[in-house]
């Protein structure tokens, strides 16, 4: 990160963005993606004056996604951990462009964490009183993020330049606030990627949909014992210089229960993480060979190279996310009997796992073919809470559990797939690349990194309306049916029933597709997911700083 840059602040344009999540260096869910895949384009345009700040919550084991390099900002560093008194590492986020990343430990503020939500009480009126579960571990950090961007920023003078702190989700609500009250004159901008009580209210199975405009996002705090979240998420949102969102559908909930229309800044994507060509092929084929191969050793029978290889994926959220939809229409699909071509379906969605299964990793091992399936033969790592497991059960209830004589079989792979899971040994990317389809049925879904990433990988995939991609996808125009490269399939409160069968059509459509169709679905798809990569969305950001950027001059000469 280069300590001087000349523009001209006319132009309202950033000399210098910090940008802070919890998922920097820390790959848990789609915010990740958005910050690692749009690190490269920030870079360009910003001429290198980028810095992200991370947690170091890493331990027992390094982050894999983190390059510590000593010899960087050394001046800074030195003076930020002996006078600032900070607890920081300074490198490289392994991402497409390299760019700098602070981790930052924040454990030191626990015993000022009173202290410190006192003073958020007085200052913007966050009321700390309820918190429970992640919400302390989660605003010491963003305190601590706070404090590198002061420490910085004092350090090195930028008090004439054009300067933006950027935060990401309510965890990071204290880090702008922090800013704000500590240093009014950097511009603040906040990005919800999914509102905390728009997320519970779906997930305590209340229609959120259909009676949006009668929810008071207060009111609905208390009742869902939301409120500390609710409150910092709602007093950032209100107080920053820029509020943003990444949708539409995402927006319409900002304004209705955090009472602040927002920005629209859509996720785009990074083409660099996809390989092309010879590469695309060789994975491919390695993919597809490692997943016939798993499930053929967890089922006990020979499954055909040519089988339709599908999957869903992200958080597990049984509801949210529609696993429960997706597994509903394998088992329709189960049952249609002009099904001529094996199916297996993966559920690739991390759960409380405990340990790959052993005696599977030695099937794996052990190269040959063997003609008995294993034990509960549908999941691949064992889990600490298997009797209560959502998934499972639903497969057993539904009777997909009879691998011998079913011809779509699911297989529950419970997993981060980070290379180091025990069974695949793969990334998820590197998995993703050898399927024929994705499926995500999403309930609440505000983007929907999952369906965009499979077709930036060629691969076909269908979401729903209720998904910002998928609304993207219907403002761009979408044909019926998946020759176009997917399908968004209309989804609402009420219509389960519906979009499951309709799964079960589209995927049995893909079923029937010759060789030479399925190329076609593939480049179209790959074709759309070109118009969606950062080169055309990274704008939205730049129009969000600017706005950001003349609300704090505004402020600063208003204060003068």
């Known amino acids: 990160m280069a300590d001087k840059t000349t523009i001209n602040n006319d132009n309202m344009t950033p000399d210098y963005v910090f940008e802070t999540s919890w998922e920097v260096c820390n790959k848990v869910g789609g915010i ?112 601590a993020t706070g404090r590198v961007i002061e420490s910085y920023y004092k350090y090195h003078k930028l008090s004439d330049k054009n300067v933006i702190a950027h935060f990401n989700e309510w965890m990071l609500g204290m880090g702008a606030l922090y800013i704000k009250d500590k240093l009014p004159q950097i511009a603040t901008v906040f990005t919800t990627h999914a509102t905390s009580i728009g997320r519970s209210i779906a997930g305590n199975n209340k229609p959120l949909y259909n009676y949006l405009s009668a929810y008071n996002g207060d009111q609905m705090a208390r009742e869902l014992n939301m409120e500390a979240k609710h409150s910092v998420e709602k007093r950032t949102a209100l107080e920053v210089d820029c509020f943003t969102t ?112 052993p005696e599977l990793k030695q099937r794996i091992q052990g190269k040959k073919m063997v003609d008995t399936p294993l034990d509960m033969p549908y999941i691949t ?10 998934v499972l059960n639903q497969i057993r209830f539904l009777g997909l559990d009879h691998v011998a ?95 499951s069968e309709e799964i079960c059509n589209m995927i049995f459509e893909m079923a029937t597709r010759s060789n030479e169709q399925i190329k076609s679905i593939k480049k179209k798809a790959a074709k759309r997911a070109s118009l969606a990569d950062w080169k055309h969305f990274f704008h939205y950001y730049e129009e969000a700083y600017s706005k950001a950027l003349v609300s704090a001059r505004t402020r600063m000469d208003n204060n003068k």
């Not at 967890?298 to 869903?312: E, F, N, Q, V, Y």
């Not at 790592?381 to 959502?390: A, K």
């Not at 297989?411 to 994705?438: E, K, R």
């Open 32 to 143: 990740y993606t958005v910050l690692s895949s749009k690190a490269k384009t920030m870079l360009e345009v910003y001429n290198g004056n980028v810095m992200f700040i991370g947690p170091d919550v890493w331990k027992d084991s390094e982050s894999l996604w983190f390059i510590e390099d000593k010899k960087l900002l050394t001046k800074w560093k030195k003076h930020a951990i002996a006078i600032d008194g900070l607890k920081i590492r300074v490198g490289y986020w392994d991402v497409p462009g390299r760019p700098i990343a602070v981790l930052v430990d924040f454990q030191q503020f626990f015993p000022h964490k009173d202290e410190i939500y006192a003073d958020m009480w007085g200052q913007f009126g966050v009321d700390s009183l309820h918190a429970y579960g992640d919400y302390d571990e989660s605003c010491m950090f963003a305190y």
């Open 246 to 357: 990444v949708s539409e559908i995402t927006a319409r909930e900002c304004k209705q229960l955090l009472e602040r229309d927002p920005e629209v800044t859509p996720n785009g994507f990074e083409k660099d993480f996809v390989p092309t060509g010879r590469e695309y092929t060789s994975k491919r084929n390695l993919a597809r060979k490692k997943m016939i191969d798993v499930a053929e050793k967890l089922l006990g029978k020979s499954i055909d190279t040519d089988a339709l290889l599908i999957a869903t994926s992200g958080r597990y959220e049984y509801k949210n996310k529609g696993i429960d939809v997706f597994i509903d229409a394998m088992n329709r699909l189960n049952h249609i009997k002009q099904l001529n071509k094996d199916v297996v379906a993966f559920v690739m969605v991390p759960a409380w796992v405990d340990k790959a299964r």
């Open 381 to 390: 790592h064992w889990l600490h809470n298997m009797e209560h497991d959502m």
């Open 405 to 499: 004589t079913n011809k779509v079989n699911v297989i529950f792979v419970p997993s981060y797939l980070n290379g180091t899971d025990g069974i695949f040994n793969m990334t998820y990317y590197d998995l993703l690349i050898g399927l024929d389809a994705t499926v995500f049925p999403s309930y609440y879904e505000p983007w929907g990194y999952t369906p965009h990433e499979s077709i930036a990988f060629s691969v076909p995939s269908i979401t729903t309306s209720l998904s910002g991609f998928g609304m993207w996808v219907l403002s761009m125009g979408d044909e019926r049916g998946m020759h176009d490269g997917g399908e968004v399939i209309r989804r609402d409160d009420y219509n389960f029933i519906e979009v």
